[in-house]
């Protein structure tokens, strides 16, 4: 049998926008609400760093419609927008 090595993810919620998250205003919102991208791109550099077979994206990749054009950009390349 042939071996491989892959990488899973699940429900990333790209672009949530975490309702509720303005009633806490020490919260760092604009950080907190910018990391499903951050956390693409490090599955997108973990993938290529450990040179996997294939990724596997499962679940709630989006949090409904784009409200933000680049949210389908981060799918396209180079990866980073």
Known sequence: MTSF???HAADLHLDSP???LDADLSAPAARIR???REALSALVDLA???QVDFVV???DL???DWSD???G???SPPWRG
Do not use: C, K, P
């Open 62 to 64: 989006y949090d409904g």
């Open 57 to 59: 994206v499962a679940g």
């Open 18 to 20: 975490l309702r509720g």
């Open 34 to 36: 910018g990391a499903s």
């Open 69 to 71: 054009f680049r949210t």
């Open 48 to 50: 290529i760093a450990e």
């Open 5 to 7: 090595r892959f990488l």
């Open 73 to 75: 950009r981060r799918w």
